[in-house]
């Protein structure tokens, strides 16, 4: 078996019923720690300054041996039903032809959304899974759905 990453874009501000709450730590990081608790793996934070136009890109870290990674689990808040710009930037990065991608996404009811689509679109060439979608307030008083 191959090795696993889990990236993830995580945000501390939750907006919820059209109230904006503030988190000490975003659901989606919450959401990848338990994954990686889980699977294993290697763990990587896909930060905001992803989202910059390419040549303003600034990494927090280079993955520099992507390709022994077999299994990706890219992680994300919903946005209006797409995963954010900085996950897409990512995406389009690196070269994920032959991995398996199984995203994983925390929203407040949209589940999915249209990421499935998006990563299909950017990553062609990769073997996408189904993906599990978790409420952001499920995390708290259901963790073990993750690791299910």
């Given at each position: 078996?191959?090795?696993?990453?889990?990236?993830?874009?995580?945000?501390?501000?939750?907006?919820?019923?059209?109230?904006?709450?503030?988190?000490?730590?975003?659901?989606?990081?919450?959401?990848?720690?338990?994954?990686?608790?889980?699977?294993?793996?290697?763990?990587?934070?896909?930060?905001?300054?992803?989202?910059?136009?390419?040549?303003?890109?600034?990494?927090?870290?280079?993955?520099?041996?992507?390709?022994?990674?077999d299994t990706v689990y890219p992680g994300y808040p919903i946005c209006c039903h797409n995963m954010p710009a900085p996950v897409?930037?990512?995406?389009?990065?690196?070269?994920?032809?032959?991995?398996?991608?199984?995203?994983?996404?925390?929203?407040?009811?949209?589940?999915?959304?249209?990421?499935?689509?998006?990563?299909?679109?950017?990553?062609?060439?990769?073997?996408?899974?189904?993906?599990?979608?978790?409420?952001?307030?499920?995390?708290?008083?259901?963790?073990?759905?993750?690791?299910?």
């Amino acid at each position: 078996m191959g090795r696993t990453l889990t990236a993830f874009f995580s945000m501390t501000r939750n907006l919820s019923y059209g109230k904006v709450k503030k988190l000490v730590i975003g659901h989606t990081e919450q959401a990848a720690d338990l994954i990686c608790d889980t699977i294993g793996g290697d763990l990587y934070r896909i930060n905001k300054t992803e989202a910059l136009l390419p040549e303003n890109i600034e990494y927090p870290k280079e993955i520099t041996d992507m390709d022994t990674y077999d299994t990706v689990y890219p992680g994300y808040p919903i946005c209006c039903h797409n995963m954010p710009a900085p996950v897409k930037e990512f995406l389009k990065k690196y070269s994920f032809a032959g991995k398996t991608i199984i995203p994983f996404c925390t929203h407040s009811g949209s589940g999915m959304g249209r990421s499935a689509d998006e990563i299909k679109l950017i990553c062609p060439d990769a073997r996408l899974s189904r993906g599990l979608a978790v409420a952001g307030a499920q995390l708290l008083s259901d963790p073990g759905r993750i690791r299910r």
